[in-house]
């Protein structure tokens, strides 16, 4: 515990009841913060820091808020603040994809006519509209409410959630693609900008895990084996296996203690390889 000296900070998790966010907001919660679930679904936030609470010892509660309502997330600053005090570490862990904006084949051919519904000229700009919204704004709404309690301290730390699509986009996404790529610019962009006020500003990019939003994608619904993408995913990973929640933890301990303190606007991946890797 004393290594990472985070006995009693505040910490925020936006999306903290998803799968990634909830075992991060734990690995934050033994190490002594105080944590404060924020989820769109007030039933597992309350659920996640009650499990948080009984596992760890240390406080969390459960909010429901949406990272895209503005209102909704002061609202949060207030009961965060009566419970808690100011906030001193934001994890931007809401986001995510949606078929609407996922193109069903990878590389088209023929011409547009052909099977339109499959490619590019399938996609439904509302889709883009919503993979930019929760990827995006849900980042940046939450950080303007709460980096406010960061400013006043002098002090603070965010975390952003990227993913391995930010660096080089990966086929059948590019709403979500492009989404996680804004966000790396826009860590760099706000570390800058908060360089002089005790804010760090960083981000983490996860590689290929199994979750809800992409189980779509890599399982095969009918025999329950790897999708042909779930194999090559397997095969551009020299680790050759999916990342677990449980090793994201490291590097959010790393990020958000006083051992990164001259570290700010840098991207971490965290992909057993897969971005170092030109597949030969
Ligand atoms: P998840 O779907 O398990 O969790 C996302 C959580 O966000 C859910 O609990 C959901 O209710 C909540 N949420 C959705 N909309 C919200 C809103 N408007 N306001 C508040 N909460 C909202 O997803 P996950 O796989 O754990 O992903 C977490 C983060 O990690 C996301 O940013 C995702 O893009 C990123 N990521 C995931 C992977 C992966 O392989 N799963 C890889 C890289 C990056």
């Given at each position: 515990m004393s290594q990472f000296n985070l006995k009693d900070k505040v910490a925020v998790i936006t999306g903290g009841a998803g799968?990634?966010?909830?075992?991060?907001?734990k690995s934050l919660a033994l190490h002594g913060v105080k944590t404060v679930i924020i989820d769109i679904n007030k039933e597992a936030a309350v659920k996640v820091a009650l499990a948080i609470e009984k596992e760890t010892g240390s406080q969390s509660i459960g909010l429901q808020a949406s990272v895209l309502d503005k209102k909704s997330m002061e609202a949060a600053r207030q009961a965060i603040h009566a419970k808690f005090g100011p906030v001193d570490i934001l994890v931007n862990g809401a986001g995510g994809n949606s078929p609407a904006a996922t193109t069903k084949i990878e590389k088209m051919e023929g011409t547009p006519d052909e099977h339109p519904e499959d490619t590019f000229f399938g996609l439904q700009t509302e889709g883009f509209d919503k993979v930019f919204d929760l990827n995006f704004k849900g980042t940046l709404i939450p950080t303007m409410v709460l980096a406010a309690d960061m400013v006043?301290?002098?002090?603070g730390v965010i975390i952003n959630i990227s993913s391995m699509n930010s660096y080089r986009p990966l086929t059948k996404i590019p709403a979500y693609s492009a989404a996680k790529a804004a966000i790396n610019n826009f860590t760099q962009w706000l570390a800058v900008h908060f360089a002089k006020t005790g804010i760090r500003v960083n981000a983490i990019a996860p590689g290929f895990l199994l979750t809800n939003q992409n189980r779509f994608l890599m399982i095969d619904e009918s025999t329950g084996g790897l999708t042909p993408r779930g194999k090559k995913i397997l095969?551009?990973?020299?680790m050759e296996r999916f990342c677990t929640p449980e090793e994201l933890s490291g590097t959010l301990l790393y990020l958000v203690s006083d051992l990164s303190q001259f570290v700010t606007g840098v991207i971490i991946p965290v992909d057993g390889g897969f971005s170092a890797y030109s597949g030969i």
């Open positions: 799968i990634i966010c909830s075992s991060l907001s006043e301290k002098k002090s095969n551009g990973t020299p």
